[in-house]
């Protein structure tokens, strides 16, 4: 089965998630992994094999686990408050989880931040169409936080070029979806202001 949809975070969902106070120390874990993952675009194979040596001044330098070659991403104010958290602590440079724990936490985080859109998703399964309606903090992976850098970063303006550069996407189609599916978002923004005039 395959989503047809790109799902990740608007930018709202990702600030209100950022900034929420967890009561429980496992969900703050698991939220602050996956605002790294949308904040850095890094995989979830590379987040899990950082170490403290990985993060070099103004960057994150990394042998990406899937093509093995050589990986940087400049940090931001989000990534650099998280690394900022967990250092000289145990958990550095970010809290070490496996992916089915962080596929199960994420999603009570973003039901507790109340990121419950209703999203109607289209799979095909061996030829067939099926659709089904999922709260969309159902829906949220750690494959969505790489979407989500990717899709914020195209709708804020950063240029196409870096965007590649920083995720590592070599297939021209893969990241076409994402600059198609901005491009469909800005015109509904677009639309919203102006056809009211």
């Known amino acids: 089965t395959e989503f047809t949809e790109i799902i990740c975070l608007t930018l709202?969902?990702?600030i209100?998630?950022?900034?929420?106070?967890f009561k429980s120390r496992k969900l703050d874990y698991v939220r602050d992994i996956y605002i790294f993952g949308c904040s850095t675009g890094l995989r979830f194979s590379d987040l899990r094999a950082l170490n403290a040596s990985n993060v070099q001044e103004e960057f994150i330098v990394f042998n990406v686990q899937k093509t093995r070659e050589n990986g940087v991403v400049p940090l931001n104010k989000y990534s650099r408050a998280i690394l900022?958290?967990?250092?000289?602590?145990?958990?550095?440079?970010?809290?070490?989880?496996s992916n089915q724990k962080l596929n199960q936490y994420i999603k009570e985080c973003c039901k507790e931040v109340g990121i419950d859109t209703q999203m109607t998703?289209?799979?095909?399964s061996g030829g067939k169409r099926k659709e089904a309606t999922y709260p969309k903090y159902d829906l949220i992976t750690s494959h969505t936080a790489r979407k989500t850098f990717t899709t914020l970063s195209l709708l804020m303006g950063v240029p196409e070029r870096v965007v590649k550069t920083i995720t590592g996407h070599k297939k021209e189609e893969n990241f076409k979806r994402y600059v198609n599916f901005t491009k469909e978002y800005e015109k509904q923004q677009m639309e919203k202001v102006w056809d009211k005039i």
């Open 84 to 97: 900022k958290k967990y250092k000289g602590t145990v958990h550095e440079p970010v809290p070490k989880i």
């Open 121 to 124: 998703i289209t799979r095909f």
């Open 12 to 14: 709202d969902e990702f």
């Open 16 to 21: 209100r998630l950022s900034n929420h106070k």
